[in-house]
């Protein structure tokens, strides 16, 4: 039997990648940086080079507490190699150095027993997935469904867009697999800076009939990814982001659904100025929650309203330091890909 299997966000957890933030550096500025991560700035205002070597260390014993509480409930935990992302690469168009292999959840797509390797907008994301191989081909071995997206050839064309809405144009499918929502049947997939129509169109294709892809595009959000603007709590429930959505501006399946507002983050400004302009993240990062179970997430330690929300809604937390989820512009949900879930496939919405 196959080793992977998820269908959605909840289902009680037994196996999971988890991210390793060794080696990670900034994206190499160009026009696909610029777009998905800094669309504010010129190329040349781009952060650059390594992360700080604190905060690198700092999120390595994070990330290793959490492995721990992962264990002690008994989830099998798989982590990437250690990459050289300061090495180069190019295609004839373009040449660029890689980025981190802190956030799997941006890279790789599971739908039920399938593996979908994303055909992500950051041209240093390209061979990301490299580090991930030996876990792949096991997981191929188990029976599990492996396959990539087309590459894409993110020429500077695909960026020429209003950089204050800035979707890629529909030249050819880019997106990130942390632009799709998975609630069984349905999915909800998010139009942003690191995903186009065209990656939706390519995503429902290969899916076919036992899956439905809507489209999303928000007009107070044109940030990368879904899982600091929606998180689905377990049937019936969903965590929404106050400063994206509202009750008018809802996809219409999630109108079924009991929505609940987060509270504004805490802790925003610990670090300095210099910090802050510096990272990847925004303000909300830490809404990035990740569910063991139904009744069990994991959240920032810090984010005291939002955790007696979820308490006050029946939901056990867990509440663990992730130190540098802005700089590094990931949480507990990015920095995870759940591979296997002990639930089946569910239609949850009429």
């Not at 027993?113 to 030996?134: G, H, L």
């Not at 939901?315 to 920095?335: A, E, Q, Y």
Request: proline share 7%.
């Amino acid at each position: 039997m196959s080793k992977v299997c998820s269908y959605n966000e909840w289902d009680p957890l037994e196996e999971v990648i988890v991210g390793n933030p060794l080696n990670a550096r900034y994206p190499t500025p160009d026009k696909s940086t610029q777009l998905a991560e800094f669309p504010d700035r010129t190329i040349d205002e781009i952060p650059y080079g390594n992360f700080p070597q604190r905060v690198i260390e700092e999120t390595d014993e994070d990330l290793n507490e959490f492995v721990e509480i992962l264990e002690k409930q008994g989830v099998i935990v798989k982590r990437p190699k250690t990459w050289p992302n300061e090495a180069k690469f190019s295609t004839i168009h373009w040449e660029a150095s890689g980025y981190y292999n802190y956030c799997p959840r941006d890279i790789m797509l599971v739908i039920g027993d399938q593996i979908i390797e994303s055909p992500n907008v950051i041209r240093s994301r390209m061979f990301e997935v490299f580090a991930y191989k030996d876990l792949l081909n096991g997981y191929l071995k188990s029976g599990a469904k492996w396959y990539s997206a087309p590459k894409p050839m993110l020429l500077d064309s695909l960026f020429d867009v209003d950089l204050n809405k800035p979707i890629p144009l529909n030249s050819e499918p880019a997106f990130d697999a942390a632009n799709v929502l998975r609630l069984g049947q349905d999915l909800i997939y998010l139009l942003s800076s690191t995903g186009n129509e065209f990656g939706g169109q390519w995503l429902q294709t290969m899916l076919g009939d036992t899956f439905k892809v809507h489209f999303l595009k928000l007009d107070a959000y044109y940030g990368s990814h879904i899982d600091s603007t929606f998180i689905a709590l377990r049937p019936g429930l969903m965590l929404c982001n106050p400063a994206r959505v509202n009750d008018d501006t809802l996809p219409a399946v999630l109108k079924q659904w009991e929505v609940i507002y987060s509270p504004p983050m805490e802790n925003t400004n610990v670090y300095d100025k210099e910090y802050r302009r510096n990272s990847i993240g925004s303000d909300w990062i830490d809404m990035n929650l990740f569910s063991i179970n139904p009744n069990l997430v994991v959240v920032n330690k810090y984010q005291i309203p939002l955790i007696k929300l979820l308490e006050s809604h029946g939901i056990d937390v867990i509440p663990l330091n992730l130190r540098h989820s802005k700089m590094l512009g990931g949480g507990f949900h990015c920095v995870t890909l759940d591979i296997r879930r002990s639930g089946t496939l569910e239609k949850y919405f009429k």
